[in-house]
């Protein structure tokens, strides 16, 4: 009966951790939801941004009475010259909001059809709790009651530690891709700095390069955040410090309005670095607070083990 007991708490342990999926994605699904709607925003938003802007290139290139005005005052190449860098920043940001929209929908189409293969786990699970049932019930007594309460408490725990890791998973990503853009742009600083006294073709060259990597790094650490957040939406009910999603959303911006216009403009990169650091300060608190919680939670989950196989060795099955 033992022998059977355990192969039913083993199946149970791998049915369970399939189904607590099912709880866990109706937050997830909510705010990806949210998610989805303030990145279709976003894409709507930038693509009539972008087409405004290039629609001002248009126009000075294909000549008309204004760029006939300001060829004859000798500002049409240098109008044309900054309509054309507007629009390729506002171009990148549209790119941008489409990649996050395309990622926030791959997303979902999993969530989906991971919901879509939990109906013949709950028949199986349903069974094993009966038969689990029918011989806790043999084993008769105190000692059966108390087991079926510390396996459930068990299960429990553990399904809230896989949902802290996978959380703690997503905001090490984060931090780190928050680290990467920090490095480039510290580094675009102190070329910035140098090309300011006169550093000459190399720190301007330098600068940029810089730049070039904190802005391809910038995406890569949007679509971390939003994964990040994500998996918070797993942990609210035990009471994590909420990041929320304005702080994510917007710092981008640092990067996309008018830095690509004005890139050689130091205190721009002072702005942003100001920006990312907040939010990787916030990340940081969040990951504290939840390896504070993952330890809490192993040692309640030792204390359940070390009490279960007491009362195993202790139990003759006949009280």
């Not at 926030?104 to 013949?120: A, P, S, T, W």
């Not at 510390?150 to 891709?177: F, K, M, N, W």
């Not at 650490?221 to 009910?237: G, H, I, K, N, P």
Request: aromatic content about 6%; glycine content about 8%; overall charge negative.
């Amino acid at each position: 009966m033992d022998e059977r007991l355990n192969e039913i708490n083993r199946e149970l342990k791998e049915l369970n951790e399939a189904l607590a999926r099912q709880g866990r994605m109706e937050a997830q699904w909510k705010d990806l939801q949210d998610q989805r709607a303030e990145r279709d925003r976003r894409v709507m938003e930038t693509g009539r941004v972008f087409r405004k802007e290039q629609d001002d290139v248009d126009r000075l290139e294909k000549g008309g009475l204004r760029a006939l005005l300001l060829s004859l005052t000798g500002d049409r190449e240098v109008r044309l010259s900054k309509e054309r860098r507007e629009a390729l920043a506002a171009k990148l940001q549209y790119d941008q909001a489409q990649r996050d929209l395309e990622d926030l929908d791959g997303r979902i189409g999993v969530l989906l059809r991971e919901k879509d293969g939990l109906r013949i786990d709950r028949i199986r699970r349903d069974a094993l709790l009966e038969e689990k049932g029918e011989l806790l019930k043999a084993l008769g007594g105190e000692t059966g009651a108390r087991l079926a309460r510390l396996d459930q408490q068990l299960d429990e725990l553990e399904h809230q530690r896989r949902e802290v890791g996978e959380a703690i998973s997503a905001g090490r990503t984060a931090e780190s891709a928050l680290s990467a853009v920090l490095d480039s742009l510290d580094s675009a600083e102190d070329w910035g700095t140098w090309d300011m006294l006169g550093g000459g073709l190399m720190a301007t060259m330098a600068k940029h390069e810089h730049l070039d990597d904190a802005r391809a790094g910038i995406g890569w650490a949007q679509q971390c955040l939003s994964r990040f957040r994500t998996e918070l939406a797993d942990v609210r009910d035990m009471e994590i410090p909420q990041v929320q999603i304005g702080e994510f959303a917007t710092f981008a911006d640092y990067f996309f309005d008018g830095f690509f216009t004005d890139w050689y403009i130091q205190s721009r990169i002072n702005d942003a670095q100001r920006g990312v650091e907040a939010v990787d300060s916030r990340v940081c608190e969040v990951l504290n607070r939840l390896q504070w919680m993952d330890q809490k939670l192993a040692e309640e989950q030792d204390g359940l083990k070390r009490e279960r196989e007491g009362l195993l060795l202790r139990s003759s099955g006949s009280d």
